[in-house]
């Protein structure tokens, strides 16, 4: 999945001691999907639609991590055209970005993650995204932050019709 523009410009990249990488995303809620958030599936009604797995806390570490390098959007990558996506479980895509920063050089120093989602409340499912999270990006689970709110009825996310993510990430060279 690594194109040559990407081994090219990690070859490339000056060294900094930290990187810092931000993302947001955004998925619609739909029927007959089932709802997984930070490698957790949820009991919903309502599951999240993409051409992966679509678990928007995942798909905003991995293009956190990607943007700290400078190595363009998940698109980039993973393709939604490509049907080897279609449903792809996405810490396979966090695992991707991981193997990336390991190869320029870097680990996670520090991940802070919010999810913007009116229902199910996730208040019990936190510990869970959060374990998931450090296991992929092979940190302790101290320096994962995940965050849950509400949008107060506003907008897409407020009416329930779906969820937003947004994470930022700080990178600290290994050497």
Do not use: W
Request: net charge negative; glycine share 8%; with cysteine.
């Amino acid at each position: 999945m690594a194109t040559s523009f990407t081994l090219d410009l990690m070859c490339n990249m000056a060294k900094r001691d930290y990187l810092i990488g931000n993302s947001q995303d955004l998925h619609v809620l739909v029927r007959g999907r089932p709802l997984i958030l930070g490698g957790v599936n949820i009991p919903y009604e309502l599951g999240l639609l993409g051409h992966s797995d679509a678990d928007v806390i995942y798909h905003v570490v991995s293009e956190s991590i990607l943007g700290a390098l400078a190595l363009g959007d998940l698109g980039m990558h993973f393709s939604d055209r490509d049907p080897k996506n279609k449903d792809l479980d996405s810490a396979t895509i966090v695992s991707y970005a991981v193997r990336l920063m390991k190869t320029a050089g870097y680990e996670v120093n520090n991940i802070d993650i919010s999810v913007s989602v009116e229902e199910p409340k996730l208040a019990k499912y936190i510990l869970e995204m959060r374990t998931n999270i450090a296991n992929l990006l092979e940190i302790n689970g101290q320096y994962v932050s995940v965050k849950a709110t509400t949008n107060e009825k506003q907008d897409s996310v407020g009416r329930g019709e779906s969820i937003e993510a947004r994470a930022t990430v700080l990178l600290r060279s290994k050497e």
